[in-house]
């Protein structure tokens, strides 16, 4: 295999001693804040008025306009609560390569006052699942095995059957929204700068160009006819169901941890 999938699909070490997601330290700290409101378990409104979005990690969407909120939305929410709390409501942030989002909110990683992760504290209880965007992929490694480490014991949403990989054969028109998908590479090819993948002659993922340097020049070859596990989101679109890929760290080859 080539080292590029080793690297990506393999789960780095974490420290013994680092229990109860305290990992994932900041290399350097950009901005102190007070935090105001909490909207969910990954985002908060400061006391300045701007809204962070935590990067690296999504956690379930509460509920709005009507509509019910997702399986534990609540508890991460809840814990996000308890450890600011804690935290006297100030909070750290590390800034990543890009500042803002497209709804105008800034991006930070974000650290309590005793220097703890939040991101590591909500994915080591299973309450949130790692979200890689280029280019803010800094820290992801580490996310990834604080991840790893509550999908393997069932914490939280990795006890829930939607959290549960989704044979690619059986999805169907409305299985839109964010869904681990299983299937075997039955098809690959580039066009103008975009990577098309086929799972099980149903799913089509796409890596468009813009994240086409996440992925070595080698790329698909090293996966084609292998069964993977892909994870996004799901849409359709001309006729077909799509995910969009941004980065290698949403595919795992299965069987491998």
Known sequence: MAAWL???FSIPAFAADNPAGVGCAADRIDERVTVERLYDGDTVKLRDGRKI???GINTPEMGRHGTSSQPLANAARDMLQTLLEKSNHTISLRYDAERHDRYARDLAHVYLSDGS????????RGLATILPVPPNVWNLPCYQTTEQRARMAR??????PEYQPIDAAQLR??????????GKVTASHR??????????DTLILHIGPRDRKYFPDTFPAEISGRSIIARGRVYFAEGTLRMQIRHPATLQIQGMQ
């Open 155 to 160: 914490r939280g949403l990795w006890a829930l």
């Open 53 to 55: 979005r935590f990067i």
């Open 191 to 200: 066009r103008k700068g975009d990577i098309w993948l086929t799972l099980n």
């Open 117 to 124: 992760s939040v991101a590591a504290h909500l994915l080591e």
């Open 6 to 8: 080793a690297f990506i």
């Open 173 to 182: 028109r409305a299985d839109t929204g964010v869904r681990i998908v299983t």
